[in-house]
């Protein structure tokens, strides 16, 4: 199984301020095939499910602010929010989707 | 509006059997893969199964940690897919989710499974 790892696992920020987390996989996620990544970012707000932000690494779900933004290829990706906003609190997870089906542990964000 | 809704989660002990519905809304649901995926604060998220479509013959696929124990299916006539877990363990307690589609673009709210004696 692909392994995720995202870093940091919390970090608190206030609004306004750009923030950045992590995710490597074990294997590269890149299918050659077609040049895509198969990662997505999740955000899960407390009490609710997750919900999808990101696919393809970069590309944005319908409706998803464009302050949220995914870029990284093969091993290393970032999933960057230009400007924290307080509706931002969530639970940020990784997702891949090439080989099986794995989630990273999740990335706490909290706002101060 | 895509909505999935979960049921049939519940109180069981180890070794115990149960099944999970998922009845969805809002789209054409024999067009998309459906899954169940997990979570529990031991594991976090967990990706259980998956079910393609009549096209695929309804390939079905398994978390190594579920095979041989859970088998998913779907009823396309009643936009439903379905979780039959059997040999239930501990660490098979969490919340479930029904999701749809390559990856996840909507969940439901889940059903809790408590494995416990």
């Known amino acids: 199984n692909i392994m995720m790892t995202q870093s940091p696992s919390s970090l608190a920020v206030s609004a306004g301020e750009k923030v950045t987390m992590s995710c490597k996989s074990s294997?590269?996620?890149?299918?050659?095939?077609?040049?895509?990544?198969?990662l997505a970012w999740y955000q899960q707000k407390p009490g609710q499910s997750p919900k999808l932000l990101i696919y393809w690494a970069s590309t944005r779900e319908s409706g998803v602010p464009d302050r949220f933004t995914g870029s990284g290829s093969g091993t290393d990706f970032t999933l960057t929010i230009s400007s924290v906003q307080a509706e931002d609190l969530a639970v940020y997870y990784c997702h891949q989707y090439l080989s099986s089906r794995t989630f990273g542990g999740g990335t706490k964000l909290e706002i101060k | 509006e895509v909505k999935l809704e979960e049921s049939g989660g519940g109180l069981v002990q180890p070794g115990g059997s149960m099944k999970l519905s998922c009845v969805a809304s809002g789209f054409t649901f024999s067009n998309y893969w459906m899954n169940w995926v997990r979570q529990s604060p031991e594991k976090g998220l967990e990706w259980v199964a998956e079910?393609?479509?009549?096209?695929?013959?309804?390939?079905?696929h398994y978390a190594e940690s579920v095979k041989g124990r859970f088998t998913i299916s779907r009823d396309d006539s009643k936009s439903s897919v379905y979780l039959q877990m059997n040999n239930l363990r501990a660490e098979d307690t969490g919340i479930y989710y029904c999701?749809?589609?390559?990856?996840?673009?909507?969940w439901g709210q889940g059903t809790t499974l408590t494995v416990s004696s």
């Open positions: 999701t749809r589609g390559f990856p996840f673009d909507y």
């Open positions: 294997q590269s996620v890149l299918y050659s095939s077609n040049q895509k990544n198969y």
């Open positions: 079910i393609r479509l009549k096209s695929n013959n309804y390939a079905t």
